[in-house]
C-alpha cells in the first residue's frame, strides 16, 4: 500500500500543477477564437455529465475535475460546426517529465480509428477498379493466402467482410510491442508466430453471417492494399489518402519518423505513470497504427460530410463514400466505420485504444456536426463526458439524454453484506463505504461513487450499466452482475 500511496500522490501532484498552470501554458499554446467562441469553449469546459444524473445533486463537471478525477496528464479536443473546424485546443501535458504542454499540433496514437483511414484507402482500391470490394480475398493477397477450412462453409471472405468485421475472423486487437522489441512481419502477425504476441487469425465461423469485430481482418486488409500497390502501408495512405484529407501532421509509419518526435505524446496508463518507452510500436498499421490529432480527424469527417453530399470528393465520390457509411451485414457495421442513431440523427464514428491513449470521434451525416477528443491515457472515461458536453452546448437534437435516478441510502448492516472483493474476467474490484460514501474500485487508484436505486440495486456514473446483486438459496450474497446484449454479466463475490 506504501508504493500505491507515494504514486498517487505523486500523479496528484502533477495534475494539480497542470491544472493549476493550465490557462497561461495554453494561452501561449492554443489559438484564440472571437468572444462567441472562447465563450462556447468556457462553456464545454463547463458542462460535461455522464450517462445517468441524481436528483437533487450536481449533475455537471468541469474538464479540469474530470482529468484530475482520471489522473489524464493530456487531452485534446476539435469541434465541427456547420461543417468546418470552429475550434481545436489542447489540455494538460503531451510530457509530464519535459513539462510539454499540449497543443493542436500534438500526436496522439489513434488505436482502431485507424480503421476508419484504412477503410478510406481500402476503397479507393476498389474506386480505382484495383479491387473488387465482394471478392475472395485470395485474389489479391499474394505474398500469403489465407487458409480456408471448414469452418468457413466453403463460403469465402470478401474485402467488405473485413472492413466490417462481417469475415468471421479471430483476434479483436493487439496489444502493441515495447520499443526496442523484435517487431513480427505481416505474415508471421497473421500466422501467430513468434515473435508476434497474438494467435493466429483464422475462422471462428462463416463470413457473412454476423458481427465479430476483428483487428486481426483489418491486418489482412492491410496486406491486401500492399500486396495490390506494390508499396509500404504507410507510404500509400500518405499520398493517396492523408495528405489529400489535409492530415498533414498524420503519418501511419511506426515507429514514428525522427521530424515528427517532437509532437509524440506520452503514453500513460490508468495510474498516470508513463508508458514504457512512451508509447508501444504497432506494426498492425491499419488497426492500429496512426499517429494524429483531433485536428486532422476533424478533416476527414468534414471531407466525408461533404463528399456525401457531393460537394467534394478529394479521394472517394459521392457513391463511395455513401457504401462506405451504409451497415453491411449488422445493423451498425460499415464500412471501417459505425453508424449510431441519437436523437433522429445519424452519425458515423469509431473509437480507440492503444496502450497508453483513447480516443473517439463521431460526425453528423447531416447539419455537419462533429467532435474528435483524444487523451494520452489508458482512462477513457472522460471521452463521452467531453461529447455530451459538447452536444449539450451545441443543440445536437436530443443527442445527449441523461438517465434521471433517484438515490436511497441502505443500512449499514446490509451495505456490509455486500462489502468486499468480486472477481470479472480475471480483474478484481472491491466495494467498500467510507464515511456516509459507497464505492467501487477497481485498482488503489481508480474509484468510483456508487449509488442505490433499490436495496439491491446500484449504478455509478462513470459505468454506464446499471447492476444488481445476486443471491444463492441461503440468502447469502454471491455476486452482482449487468445485462449486456442480453446476456447477464456476472461478478462473483470472492
Not at 109 to 135: C, E, F, H, P, T
Not at 383 to 404: C, H, I, Q, R
Not at 470 to 489: A, H
Request: hydrophobic share 35%; proline share 3%; aromatic share 12%.
Amino acid at each position: 500500500m506504501l508504493r500505491y500511496s507515494k504514486i498517487i500522490l505523486l500523479i496528484l501532484v502533477v495534475n494539480t500543477v497542470f491544472i493549476s498552470c493550465q490557462s497561461k501554458e495554453e494561452a501561449q499554446a492554443n489559438s484564440k477564437y472571437s468572444e462567441e467562441i472562447e465563450n462556447k469553449i468556457k462553456e464545454v469546459e463547463n458542462k460535461l455529465g455522464g450517462w445517468a444524473q441524481i436528483e437533487g445533486e450536481k449533475s455537471q463537471w468541469t474538464l479540469a475535475e474530470r482529468m484530475k478525477q482520471y489522473y489524464i496528464h493530456g487531452l485534446s479536443i476539435a469541434v465541427i460546426r456547420n461543417y468546418k473546424i470552429e475550434w481545436a485546443r489542447g489540455y494538460g501535458m503531451m510530457d509530464t517529465a519535459s513539462h510539454t504542454p499540449v497543443t493542436t499540433q500534438t500526436l496522439f496514437q489513434a488505436g482502431s480509428i485507424s480503421k476508419s483511414l484504412n477503410g478510406v484507402g481500402l476503397l479507393k482500391l476498389v474506386q480505382d477498379k484495383k479491387i473488387k470490394l465482394y471478392a475472395d480475398i485470395n485474389d489479391y493477397l499474394k505474398t500469403w493466402k489465407f487458409p480456408y477450412d471448414t469452418t468457413s462453409h466453403e463460403k469465402k471472405i470478401t474485402l467488405a467482410n473485413l472492413l466490417s468485421h462481417t469475415a468471421g475472423l479471430s483476434i479483436h486487437g493487439f496489444p502493441g510491442y515495447e520499443r526496442g522489441d523484435t517487431i513480427p512481419s505481416l505474415t508471421d502477425i497473421l500466422d501467430g508466430k513468434a515473435p508476434a504476441n497474438t494467435k493466429a487469425v483464422r475462422s471462428m465461423f462463416e463470413p457473412g453471417v454476423k458481427f465479430k469485430y476483428s483487428g486481426g481482418g483489418t491486418t489482412i486488409s492491410q496486406l491486401m492494399l500492399m500486396d495490390v500497390t506494390g508499396q509500404a502501408y504507410d507510404t500509400y495512405m500518405w499520398e493517396n489518402i492523408l495528405k489529400p484529407l489535409g492530415m498533414t501532421m498524420s503519418s501511419y509509419t511506426q515507429p514514428p519518423a525522427k521530424d515528427k518526435e517532437k509532437f509524440l505524446a506520452t503514453g500513460y496508463q490508468q495510474d498516470g505513470l508513463p508508458v514504457k518507452g512512451k508509447s508501444n510500436v504497432y506494426p498492425e498499421q491499419g488497426a492500429a497504427g496512426l499517429w494524429t490529432n483531433p485536428t486532422d480527424i476533424a478533416n476527414y469527417i468534414i471531407e466525408t460530410q461533404l463528399s456525401l453530399q457531393g460537394k467534394s470528393n478529394k479521394v472517394l465520390s459521392k457513391e463511395m463514400t455513401k457504401l462506405r457509411l451504409t451497415p453491411y451485414v449488422d445493423s451498425n457495421a460499415a464500412l471501417g466505420v459505425f453508424i449510431e442513431t441519437e436523437g433522429g440523427e445519424k452519425y458515423f464514428g469509431h473509437g480507440g485504444s492503444d496502450q497508453g491513449f483513447l480516443s473517439t470521434y463521431k460526425g453528423s451525416l447531416e447539419n455537419g456536426n462533429g467532435i474528435v477528443v483524444m487523451v494520452n491515457s489508458n482512462n477513457g472515461n472522460i471521452l463521452n463526458e467531453v461529447v455530451n458536453s459538447v452536444a449539450s452546448v451545441y443543440g445536437w437534437k436530443d443527442f445527449y439524454k441523461p438517465v434521471m435516478k433517484k438515490a436511497i441510502t441502505v443500512s449499514d448492516s446490509l451495505f456490509a453484506s455486500y462489502t468486499g472483493k468480486y472477481l470479472f474476467n480475471g480483474d478484481t474490484m472491491k466495494l467498500y463505504r467510507q464515511g456516509s460514501t459507497d464505492y467501487i474500485s477497481f485498482t488503489p487508484t481508480e474509484k468510483y461513487k456508487i449509488y442505490f436505486t433499490a436495496p439491491d440495486e446500484f449504478f455509478s456514473k462513470e459505468i454506464n450499466v446499471d447492476l444488481k446483486f445476486e443471491k444463492d438459496k441461503s440468502g447469502k450474497i454471491i455476486g452482482f452482475y449487468f445485462m449486456q446484449d442480453g446476456q447477464k454479466m456476472m461478478l462473483k463475490k470472492l
